[in-house]
DNA sequence: GCGAGCATGTAAAAGGTTACATGATTAG
DNA sequence: CTAATCATGTAACCTTTTACATGCTCGC
């Protein structure tokens, strides 16, 4: 197994919460789970089939306008079984995170290096972005104390791309700063 | 192109600070670059032979003992010029962490989930280790603030990958103490 | 001598991205 | 009417993992 196909149990949660299509299944990616996977249509269609074939979820078809069809899933109760089984197994393994920017600093053996303040500033442009976008969302989609509770594992993830974030732009400034002094 | 072959480049990195084999460079993957990005020996092997015939490294047989072979691979100048490239140019993606237990948070709706704590303690068990790892890592590789210049790259990253793990740690820990008030 | 680690490769399978393809709906 | 978005699917390609396969060296 290449990854242990973590996919199937991605829609296999988002249908536990409620009935979709592919196509928002898609759009769960680019918003809810962006932030910890990524996976395209072309990869979640194929999949749904699967899951469909091996009995775990079901699909009634909807009309929308005239003559549109929208295949809507829902999850069965052996994809409950499966998904929850999946929960409770534990996760022993750390995956190494792929951050391309990481990789080209270690390659830059000199801290004197004319590329290196560039390099720092683009990344900080960026993740500052990506800092006051999860910020937004944060307190757009949890206002309250109360909402927070209601849907705790999304606000959990939030919460933690947040924290994150902050670090990797304290870190960035921090280094900044270190370089500025050396030069 | 699934990623663009940052596989290539690591190599091409790694043998601009010295000519090394393909074993050494898969050793590599388990202790300097494991914490950014992983490959194994048979992917190793065969982008050795492409980026040779591609003319951005050669080799040398060198026999260790009687009569085994070692193939020590060299960058060559259109190689470091393919590198500083890579470098050079902007890296404006920011990939997705691909955590799987941050996926299986994102499914526990419910605060006072009975597997909560003890999913949170697993991944604090875990992290803990590896912060100590990083810790002790840190100090060995870089036991002087002049050995830090030294292989600035190195520093850098390995002081970051110890932020993140000590945000990671508190986060866990803060996120403990925040359930267990609520039961 | 023998086992751990050195050393190099190939093959098969799975996971993931990009491109190709098509058609319907809805808001302006 | 027309462009953006909804909606579903396949094909080709690349990357990555796991498994298969072989042989040497060195310390004990």
């Known amino acids: 197994m ?10 296999l949660g988002l249908l536990n919460q409620q009935p979709l299509t592919g196509y928002d299944l898609t759009k769960a990616f680019d918003t809810e789970i962006g932030e910890f996977w990524q996976a395209q249509h072309s990869q979640i ?11 775990y979820i ?6 929308s306008g005239a003559k549109l069809e929208k295949k809507l ?3 069965t109760a052996t994809g409950t079984a499966l998904l929850s089984s999946w929960i409770s197994d534990g996760t022993p393994d ?4 792929k ?6 600093l270690y390659f830059i053996q000199n801290n004197r290096d004319p590329r ?7 990344q900080l442009a960026l993740h500052t972005g990506k800092l006051a976008h999860l910020k937004q969302r944060l307190t757009t989609v ?29 870190w960035l400034k921090q280094t900044l700063q270190q370089i500025s002094k050396k030069r």
């Open 99 to 104: 951050d391309e920017f990481i990789l080209k």
């Open 58 to 63: 079901t699909h009634e078809i909807t009309i």
């Open 116 to 122: 290196l303040p560039g390099m720092l500033q683009e």
């Open 142 to 170: 949890f206002p309250t104390k109360a909402s927070q509770t209601e849907n705790y594992g999304h606000f959990l993830i939030l919460q933690h791309a947040l924290g994150r974030e902050t670090y990797y732009v304290d």
């Open 45 to 55: 269609y194929p999949q749904l089939k699967r899951l469909e074939d091996q009995g």
């Open 73 to 75: 899933y829902h999850i």
């Open 2 to 11: 290449a990854q242990k196909n973590k996919l199937q149990f991605i829609i």
């Open 94 to 97: 750390l995956t190494a995170t």
